[in-house]
């Protein structure tokens, strides 16, 4: 796993005071230095997953790097994904199953790629260095920047596979043909790469609604319960600080004008989503309590203010993808949003 902390008040006393903090304002909308600035700081190329990196204001010990031009190729491989639909159809047709088992092959080598790369992602780092939690999202904007491309990351293999149903037909041919193998004790070449027992695992990883979302949420909940001396503070309060900076960045024209196009507009929006779902997973009451630093309202009509067409996934993941939002402290208004 990773840690990327931050705190919404971790300013020293004068830069707080000049701010107005306590004064009731929203510390989203404060200009404390390098607020939104990780935002635009460039991901490295070159960086890839589980390589320590050194790059301005990254800690050392901090195991997640990622290579965009490989992520973005990987990713790419989804929404071109035609299944071999028309020759599972035909299974008395031998030359149409040759056909299939042919198609299948290099499409299940893709989908073990990405089960790898959900391994990944539960990689745990060493504690990071003692810095306040503002400190650290001002100090190692390009490390804010990787999480924030793992969340999008995220949020969007997750929507493709919703949206494909020809992955999870494609793959359980392909663990129909070697189960029927391993009874007619023979053995294809295909099989030296993703055998039955890896099979098996990335099954039960796409029977997920959302599976890489889920193993993202399980690895952040595994390193705040090992991790006791570390203030779960200290996790929360950089997602809901990550949380409340998409929102403000959505909502105000500003900010909002610098957007060149819909896929930036989308990667702040999947942040925010990301982020606040693991806020919900990680904090002992959730997000959608009163007690929150998560203007959950907020950020839900941010997103009911963009076209159904690229938020219904989204709004979708916080309707049954989080922990807390039926439970009693959530509140009636809250609840009516996400119907």
């Known amino acids: 796993m990773w840690h990327v902390p931050c705190h919404r008040h971790g300013r020293d006393s004068s830069e707080a005071r000049d701010a107005g903090e306590g004064g009731g304002k929203d510390p989203c ?3 404390w230095p390098g607020r939104a600035a990780w935002w635009s700081q460039p991901a490295p190329e070159g960086w890839r997953l589980g390589t320590p990196g050194s790059v301005q204001g990254t800690c050392p010990s901090f195991p997640l790097t990622w290579a965009n031009r490989e992520r973005k190729a990987r990713l790419s491989d ?3 994904w035609h299944g071999a639909d028309g020759a599972i159809q035909n299974p008395g047709d031998l030359r149409l ?3 299939a088992w042919s198609a299948v092959c290099p499409l299940v080598a893709k989908l073990k790629r990405f089960y790898e790369f959900s391994l990944r992602l539960g990689e745990h780092p060493e504690s990071p260095p003692p810095y306040a939690p ?4 001002e100090r190692e904007q390009a490390l804010a920047k990787q999480f924030a491309e793992i969340l999008h990351f995220t949020l969007s293999f997750d929507e493709l596979k919703m949206t494909n149903p020809a992955i999870q037909n494609d793959f359980s041919y392909y663990r129909r043909t070697i189960s ?7 053995q294809l070449d295909a099989e030296s790469e993703v055998n039955n027992e890896m ?4 099954s039960l990883f796409y029977a997920e609604a959302t599976p890489m979302l889920k193993t993202l949420s399980n ?3 595994k390193f705040v319960s090992e991790n006791k001396t570390l203030p779960i503070e200290d996790t929360t309060d950089c997602l809901s600080t990550m949380a409340c900076v998409c929102r403000v960045m959505l909502e105000t024209p500003e900010y ?3 957007f060149t196009n819909t896929e930036t507009l989308l990667f702040c929006m999947r942040v925010m989503v990301g982020v606040i779902i693991l806020y919900d997973h990680v904090h002992p009451v959730g997000a959608f309590a009163k007690t929150s630093k998560i203007d959950m309202k907020g950020c839900i009509k941010v997103l009911k203010d963009q076209p159904s067409t690229s938020t219904e996934g989204l709004l979708n993941a916080l309707r049954y993808t989080t922990r807390h939002l039926n439970d009693d402290t959530t509140s009636k208004q809250i609840r009516a949003l996400l119907q």
């Open 219 to 221: 690895a952040t909940t």
């Open 180 to 186: 029927r193998n391993r009874i007619n004790n023979l």
């Open 78 to 80: 989804l929404p071109g």
């Open 256 to 258: 909002r004008s610098r």
């Open 199 to 202: 099979a098996n695992r990335m």
């Open 29 to 31: 909308r404060l200009p």
């Open 134 to 137: 503002t400190q650290h999202l």
């Open 97 to 99: 199953q040759e056909r």
